[in-house]
């Protein structure tokens, strides 16, 4: 079965770094958008950041060069390297694997930005 394990989220004070890790297994990883969202209690889920198969990358307006997304198609791997943290980036973060054929989540890491 498709499973996506997200590892890293936290605490970390305003101005800090967090680097998340998503494990895809039971999926053709290469041949899947990988991504990052985010959703907060009340709030629709929105993306952080997303890497086509081809590489190219897609960032939400908010990220103003603080994040990188990065994977690694040997490990079935995904990252996201989070700076810069504001309290406003507090959230739950979703991995997500999606392609004409599925669309799968992981089942979210807290990252929470606070002194």
């Known amino acids: 079965q498709e499973q996506l394990v997200e590892s890293g989220g936290g605490l970390v004070q305003p101005g800090g770094s967090l680097r998340l890790s998503c494990a895809a297994s039971e999926i053709s ?3 899947y958008t ?6 907060t209690s009340g709030e ?3 993306l952080v950041a997303a890497m086509t198969t081809a ?3 897609i960032y939400g307006d908010f990220v103003k ?5 990065s994977r690694d ?3 079935n791997t995904l990252t996201l390297q989070m700076n810069s943290l504001k309290p406003e980036d507090t959230a739950v973060y979703y991995c997500n694997a999606r392609n004409f054929h599925g669309n799968f989540w ?3 890491a807290q990252v929470t930005v606070s002194s």
Request: proline share 0%; hydrophobic share 25%.
């Open 55 to 57: 590489g190219t990358t």
């Open 73 to 75: 198609n040997a490990k």
């Open 65 to 69: 060069g603080r994040f990188t997304v």
């Open 34 to 39: 990988m991504g990052w969202y985010r959703q």
């Open 29 to 31: 990883f290469d041949r």
């Open 44 to 46: 629709q889920r929105e």
């Open 106 to 108: 992981g089942q979210g």
